[in-house]
């Protein structure tokens, strides 16, 4: 059977009256609107238009406004869409709302978002003021006067101060000073013994402290979990000490004996150089007595007294010297 033009027209029609429809109900949320109406929330159709034109999803500004009215919580359709265009989670901040809301918190509007555009997690941080948490540090070590090494982990009790959120030192920074506290604490105390008694003197000493001073925690308590003893640190610094003196004694002494044994061999080089003298002015007697003897000034029988002294002196030395080995040789056979 064929159809008509007219009814051909007419299917057509309703074809694009059907695809038309669909692209208008697409565009305009129609169905958050209604929800929107139910809930009591007046968002006008050309504000969801409007949102759509902006690039905004209408259900993540409309969904968490919904929730807000049904808390008692007044904000306006532009804070919730000025936030997500500037980046913002706004599902977060209005949940961080209904439970500051809850909570009794003074938590404004500009103040959360302010918070979560930092990269804060607002709604967390309301849930740690609410239900503080506890931070652990890494085991501390720290040298008391007395140079024993005592190590102590501490659990730090913290609770959001949400005022400091923005612009507030982490975690991180909290850890850090109480470990620098630790330290002081046990660097200041006498003796190992008494931070083993006193524990809580650690902890007192620390909270005095005021360390959560620009951070965005405030310390509730700082409890010690663990206290150990370690090395004897005083006493292996004496001893790297006594073995660094000892070093530097053995080197002094060192160079103490190669002047000695450079200056002995200049003794024996001067005595050598004497030596030579000797046997030089030696060389010039014969010298002087032949001249004595050509000039007359020394007769003959004065040259052969002179060569008896000395034949008479050689055989003394000879004597003497043949004594003293005899008295060697005795007392080797004793």
């Given at each position: 059977?064929?159809?008509?033009?007219?009814?051909?027209?007419?299917?057509?029609?309703?074809?694009?009256?059907?695809?038309?429809?669909?692209?208008?109900?697409?565009?305009?949320?129609?169905?958050?609107?209604?929800?929107?109406?139910?809930?009591?929330?007046?968002?006008?159709?050309?504000?969801?238009?409007?949102?759509?034109?902006?690039?905004?999803?209408?259900?993540?500004?409309?969904?968490?406004?919904?929730?807000?009215?049904?808390?008692?919580?007044?904000?306006?359709?532009?804070?919730?869409?000025?936030?997500?265009l500037a980046g913002g989670n706004v599902d977060r901040v209005v949940n961080a709302l209904i439970a500051a809301e809850r909570a009794a918190i003074p938590l404004p509007f500009e103040?959360?978002?302010?918070?979560?555009?930092?990269?804060?997690?607002?709604?967390?941080?309301?849930?740690?003021?609410?239900?503080?948490?506890?931070?652990?540090?890494?085991?501390?070590?720290?040298?008391?006067?007395?140079?024993?090494?005592?190590?102590?982990?501490?659990?730090?009790?913290?609770?959001?101060?949400?005022?400091?959120?923005?612009?507030?030192?982490?975690?991180?920074?909290?850890?850090?000073?109480?470990?620098?506290?630790i330290v002081t604490t046990v660097g200041s105390s006498e003796s190992h013994k008494a931070v083993l008694e006193n524990p809580d003197l650690i902890s007192r000493t620390v909270l005095?402290?005021?360390?959560?001073?620009?951070?965005?925690?405030?310390?509730?308590?700082?409890?010690?979990?663990?206290?150990?003893?370690?090395?004897?640190?005083?006493?292996?610094?004496?001893?790297?000490?006594?073995?660094?003196?000892?070093?530097?004694?053995?080197?002094?002494?060192?160079?103490?004996?190669?002047?000695?044994?450079?200056?002995?061999?200049?003794?024996?080089?001067?005595?050598?150089?004497?030596?030579?003298?000797?046997?030089?002015?030696?060389?010039?007697?014969?010298?002087?007595?032949?001249?004595?003897?050509?000039?007359?000034?020394?007769?003959?029988?004065?040259?052969?007294?002179?060569?008896?002294?000395?034949?008479?002196?050689?055989?003394?030395?000879?004597?003497?010297?043949?004594?003293?080995?005899?008295?060697?040789?005795?007392?080797?056979?004793?």
């Amino acid at each position: 059977m064929v159809l008509g033009a007219g009814a051909v027209a007419s299917l057509l029609l309703i074809l694009f009256i059907f695809i038309g429809v669909a692209v208008i109900f697409s565009f305009i949320p129609v169905g958050l609107w209604i929800s929107a109406l139910a809930a009591g929330v007046k968002v006008g159709i050309f504000t969801l238009i409007g949102m759509r034109l902006r690039r905004v999803p209408p259900a993540q500004i409309v969904n968490p406004m919904i929730k807000a009215d049904k808390a008692g919580i007044g904000i306006s359709v532009n804070q919730l869409e000025a936030h997500y265009l500037a980046g913002g989670n706004v599902d977060r901040v209005v949940n961080a709302l209904i439970a500051a809301e809850r909570a009794a918190i003074p938590l404004p509007f500009e103040r959360a978002a302010a918070i979560d555009l930092a990269g804060r997690d607002v709604f967390q941080a309301v849930q740690m003021s609410v239900n503080p948490r506890v931070l652990e540090t890494p085991l501390v070590s720290a040298v008391a006067k007395d140079g024993i090494e005592v190590k102590a982990k501490a659990r730090v009790t913290v609770r959001a101060n949400i005022d400091r959120l923005v612009g507030g030192a982490g975690e991180e920074t909290i850890i850090a000073r109480v470990g620098e506290g630790i330290v002081t604490t046990v660097g200041s105390s006498e003796s190992h013994k008494a931070v083993l008694e006193n524990p809580d003197l650690i902890s007192r000493t620390v909270l005095n402290k005021g360390l959560d001073s620009g951070t965005a925690f405030e310390i509730l308590s700082i409890d010690i979990a663990d206290v150990d003893v370690g090395r004897n640190i005083g006493a292996q610094l004496q001893t790297d000490q006594a073995e660094a003196d000892k070093r530097i004694a053995q080197a002094k002494a060192e160079e103490r004996r190669a002047m000695a044994v450079a200056k002995e061999q200049e003794m024996k080089a001067g005595v050598q150089e004497m030596r030579a003298k000797v046997v030089e002015a030696e060389a010039e007697v014969p010298k002087a007595m032949a001249e004595a003897l050509r000039q007359g000034k020394m007769g003959v029988m004065d040259y052969l007294n002179m060569q008896n002294i000395q034949a008479d002196t050689q055989m003394r030395d000879s004597i003497s010297k043949s004594g003293k080995s005899s008295d060697a040789s005795i007392k080797d056979k004793k």
